[in-house]
């Protein structure tokens, strides 16, 4: 069982940076694959960022590409998703998700993720 806390969130203006920090706890995230989704209003909860557990191989939702940038500390137990260049059309919820690695592949699919955080708030003002 992983928990997940993910902080940082917040407002900025259109052009800015926020970084997300999702803490892990209940297991070691080494083994896990990360991954960031986000939720706007009234939308379905769209991949964003993922990172494999051991090699660091990511993957992105073609949105984001070029401005967020996904990492892992995993002495610190800890995945972050740096955000720049931010655009309104990025205001959402943000979730951190967690997958076990073992014989399985980084995905972009919500489903496979069984372990979820609560969510950070991220709002960019135009």
């Known amino acids: 069982q992983v928990q997940l806390v993910e902080s940082g969130g917040g407002l900025v203006q259109a052009g800015g940076s926020l970084r997300l920090s999702c803490a892990a706890s209940g297991r070691t995230v080494s083994t896990y694959h990360m991954a960031w989704f986000r939720q706007a209003p009234g939308k379905e909860r769209d991949f964003v960022a993922a990172i494999s557990s051991s090699w660091g191989t990511t993957s992105y939702a073609d949105s984001v590409k070029g401005r967020f940038t996904i990492s892992r500390d995993n002495a610190e137990n800890t995945v972050f998703l740096q955000m720049n260049s931010l655009k309104p059309e990025d205001t959402a919820v943000y979730y951190c998700?967690?997958?076990?690695?073992?014989?399985?592949?980084?995905?972009?699919?919500?489903?496979?993720?069984?372990?979820w955080g609560q969510g950070t708030q991220v709002t960019v003002s135009s």
């Open positions: 998700a967690a997958r076990y690695s073992g014989g399985s592949y980084l995905s972009q699919t919500m489903t496979l993720y069984p372990y």
